[in-house]
């Protein structure tokens, strides 16, 4: 089994026939590992703009591309197809996050028109391999961390390496592979890019739902028993939605005790994330006025 690690330079310009600003591919690098994950070859490309004359100032101070660099290179859907010719037969393509697909994905629709595609078989976002070692290891994960901070956390010397140039990132990659590679977790990682879901499931962001009436809300996740004695509530108001919460008066039926419920709903691409929360209320006695108690949190 063989192994190639991909990473893309690109410069966000504006693109008339979009009406919208596009991150167009301006240099492509891609490393060939053998089944020992050790170098067996090296690609790099600079892309040609097919949209402008020059390159944005941070870009090119961030990876040494000037415009004259630029308008040097060759064109995107020929150095795509160099990609492709250098990766055939590599069973699984990596890349450091998914960042670098949505790219391929938006350059294809936009700029190539669907003529020319990246060629993959299995894809695996080589971040997550590396935050799960991370964690192994006692490591903090709740953030993602960069390529250049992965490396110092796991001693490699970024000074033998030009970051934020296409190949050296992808050699970088290479060698928090070999420190970080853990079969189990690599196979759990893998994904099929021939699956009919792949890029629907990439392209497909998840949001939170303000409709109340929205159809994939199921009706019991609007229902609330009493926080106090466990009795069924009633709803003595329309729900009101703020900051991405549903919420709504309720009284117990049994003891008459008066709560906040309040509800939130995630769509996912699998599945809907609901959260819901009980609030107390009790009156102050200098107006008479509802004051809500610490909050109670349970996961539906």
Not at 76 to 105: C, H, K, P, Q
Request: hydrophobic share 35%; with cysteine.
């Amino acid at each position: 089994m063989e192994y190639v690690i991909l990473d893309l330079e690109w410069d966000n310009v504006y693109f008339p026939p979009a009406k919208r600003f596009v991150n167009q591919i301006l240099q492509i690098g891609a490393v060939r590992l053998d089944s020992d994950f050790q170098l067996v070859d090296t690609f790099e490309a600079t892309v040609r703009s097919a949209v402008s004359k020059k390159v944005s100032e941070r870009f090119s101070k961030l990876t040494g591309i000037t415009s004259e660099k630029m308008l040097s290179g060759i064109p995107l859907n020929e150095a795509v197809e160099g990609y492709n010719r250098f990766s055939e037969g590599a069973e699984v393509a990596m890349t450091w996050s998914n960042t670098d697909l949505y790219t391929i994905v938006d350059n294809q629709k936009t700029l190539l028109k669907g003529k020319t595609e990246f060629a993959f078989n299995k894809y695996l976002d080589l971040q997550k391999l590396v935050q799960g070692e991370m964690l192994l290891r006692g490591h903090d994960t709740k953030n993602q961390i960069s390529l250049e901070g992965a490396a110092v956390l796991f001693g490699i010397d970024t000074l033998n390496f030009e970051l934020h140039t296409a190949l050296d990132d992808s050699l970088l990659c290479a060698e928090l592979l070999r420190i970080c590679y853990n079969k189990e977790h690599f196979d759990a990682l893998l994904r099929d890019t021939k699956a009919p879901d792949f890029y629907a499931r990439l392209r497909f962001k998840a949001y939170p739902i303000s409709d109340i009436r929205d159809k994939n809300i199921d009706k019991e996740s609007l229902k609330f028993s009493c926080p106090d004695c466990g009795g069924k509530a009633e709803r003595l108001a329309k729900w009101k939605y703020r900051n991405r919460w549903f919420s709504a008066p309720f009284k117990c039926k049994e003891c008459g005790f008066k709560f906040s419920g309040r509800v939130s709903f995630k769509k996912t691409f699998d599945s809907l994330e609901v959260k819901r929360r009980t609030v107390e209320f009790k009156k102050r006695k200098s107006n008479n006025e509802l004051q809500s108690l610490p909050e109670t949190v349970q996961h539906q």
